[in-house]
Nanobody, 119 residues
Framework: QVQLVESGGGLVRAGGSLRLSCAQA????????MGWYRQAPGKQRELVAT???????NYADSVKGRFTIGRDNAKNTVYLQMNSLKPEDTAVYYC?????????????WGQGTQVTVSS
């Protein structure tokens, strides 16, 4: 069984920083990509950032220049460094991993971690 264990959420003032971490626990598979999504109250879940093979990254326009995604392949861990946080960044942040098992890819999600940015 695969588990994605998230940590690092919390309450911060606008302009502050937080660092989220997500580690693959349990049975480990090869990673195709890992990333972060977020869901604010009353809104759909949206992509924040992803990192794929070779370290290729993709960011939502709203976080470019403020957030940085990184990956430690040896630890099967993905990080999200969030700087210059804004109240509109307030959401539950979910870790996502696309894992390779045999010929198939499988999508896994973490339980979510709350990020609250006060003005």
């Amino acid at each position: 069984q695969v588990q994605l264990v998230e940590s690092g959420g919390g309450l911060v003032r606008a302009g502050g920083s937080l660092r989220l971490s997500c580690a693959q626990a349990g049975v480990t598979y090869s990673v195709k990509s890992m990333g972060w999504y977020r869901q604010a109250p009353g809104k759909q879940r949206e992509l924040v950032a992803t990192i794929g093979g070779g370290g290729i990254t993709n960011y939502a326009d709203s976080v470019k220049g403020r957030f940085t995604i990184g990956r430690d392949n040896a630890k099967n861990t993905v990080y999200l460094q969030m700087n210059s946080l804004k109240p509109e960044d307030t959401a539950v942040y979910y870790c996502n991993a696309v894992l390779i098992a045999g010929p198939n890819d499988y999508d896994f999600w973490g339980q979510g971690t709350q990020v609250t940015v006060s003005s």
